[in-house]
């Protein structure tokens, strides 16, 4: 079974620029969650998603958005790039009750 | 403010020698999470604890949860070089109605065993 996907690896982008990650979640797993990871302020919630639906949002900007689509894939979007974006976003699958399932993450480094 | 607050952050060790982390949290969730990440890496399911005196056990890592003290531990028993990595307890945010979704994490702590 395919572990959660995310794309790409590795962005670097200039301030004020927008970026969108993309992230397929394992077969199955229905809720996608993202969060940031810096060396500051560690593991960050941003949002979670259910069935295209926005459940939960963590107490980020307006600038972080994100969707997801009918196949559970979801895609987060920076808008307006700022140098304290750079960081490690890792996404998670979960099941309905299950542990949540991390990526391999995107490293996006904002110049 | 919720809050999940580990000790030590860093933790430099014998191989041989056994230890304790702990992972102190404000919430009133019944669910507690280990991961492990190594340099560069994404986040490795160690551990799911569902319930007050749950204990599980994998290899040299043992975790246990006291849901009352608000409490939980990782015991390393007799440390080897592969276990260095940064290990992260997380508990689900109840204020969100207890969705699985959505984890508060501890700033970790980082393992380094030195022979």
């Known amino acids: 079974k395919a572990g959660v996907t995310q794309t790409p690896r590795y962005l670097i982008k200039t301030r004020g620029q927008q970026v969108t990650l993309s992230c397929s979640p394992i077969s199955g797993h229905r809720s996608v969650s993202w969060y940031q990871q810096t060396p500051g302020q560690g593991l960050q919630f941003l949002f979670e998603?259910?069935?295209?639906?926005?459940?939960n949002k963590g107490n980020f900007p307006g600038r972080f958005s994100g969707r997801q689509f009918s196949n559970s894939r979801s895609e987060m979007n920076v808008s307006t790039l700022e140098l304290g974006d750079s960081a490690l976003y890792l996404c998670?699958?979960?099941?309905?009750?299950?542990?949540?399932?991390f990526g391999a993450g995107t490293r996006l480094s904002v110049l | 403010e919720l809050k999940v607050e580990q000790n030590p952050l860093f933790l430099s060790m014998q191989e041989g020698k056994n230890y304790t982390i702990y992972c102190n949290y404000s919430t009133t969730s019944d669910r507690l999470y280990w991961y492990r990440q190594d340099p560069g890496k994404s986040l490795e399911s160690l551990f799911v604890l569902l319930s007050n005196g749950a204990v599980k056990q994998e290899g040299r890592l043992m975790a246990s949860l006291d849901t009352k003290a608000r409490l939980s531990t990782l015991h390393i028993t007799a440390a080897v070089h592969d276990l260095s990595a940064t290990y992260f307890c997380a508990v689900e945010n109840a204020n969100y109605g207890g969705s699985q979704g959505n984890l508060i994490f501890g700033k970790g702590t980082k393992l380094s065993v030195k022979p």
């Open positions: 998603y259910f069935s295209e639906t926005q459940r």
């Open positions: 998670a699958s979960s099941a309905r009750g299950g542990r949540q399932y």
